[in-house]
């Protein structure tokens, strides 16, 4: 993560464009973050409605950022278990993913965000329990489940 990631540009990277991620706005080390995403006609269902997984994703995201801000690049957030709200029908447009770290731990941390329109209107809530793994840990396994060379 860059030392200042206030409203870094997400083009180049290809989970960040598969998400419709336009910007990180804010990474606070208190365990804050804020991101922009573009929510596509590509990403709904019927009625142009987005569908649940992306709104879900993008606060995921957003609690995995503020994690990583509290926790330094040595960490990899785990999401142990994801609930998810839903107040509003998200629609084609941009918006914000906010989260906040609700209660942090030595190896698990509790994390809340939610999804706003661009009036401000929550369109949804999410509460997330996180591992906070090992980088090193998390590299070696993922080496060795691939056949990679470490």
Not at 62 to 70: C, E, G, I, R, V
Not at 95 to 109: D, F, M, Q
Not at 119 to 140: E, F, N, P, Q, Y
Request: glycine share 10%; with cysteine.
């Amino acid at each position: 993560m860059p030392e200042d990631a206030s409203a870094t540009d997400a083009s180049g990277h290809s989970l960040y464009e598969t998400m419709g991620l336009v910007r990180i706005i804010e990474i606070d080390p208190a365990g804050r973050a804020s991101l922009e995403y573009e929510a596509k006609r590509e990403q709904c269902h019927s009625g142009g409605v987005v569908q649940g997984g992306f709104i879900s994703g993008w606060i995921d995201a957003a609690m995995a950022h503020a994690a990583m801000a509290k926790n330094g690049e040595g960490i990899v957030p785990m999401t142990l278990e994801l609930k998810v709200s839903y107040f509003a029908p998200t629609r084609p447009g941009p918006v914000i993913a906010e989260a906040w770290v609700e209660r942090h731990g030595k190896r698990t941390s509790f994390y809340e965000g939610h999804l706003l329109d661009k009036d401000g209107t929550v369109l949804a809530k999410a509460s997330s329990t996180i591992l906070l793994a090992d980088m090193g840990r998390v590299l070696a396994a993922s080496a060795k489940a691939t056949g990679a060379a470490e």
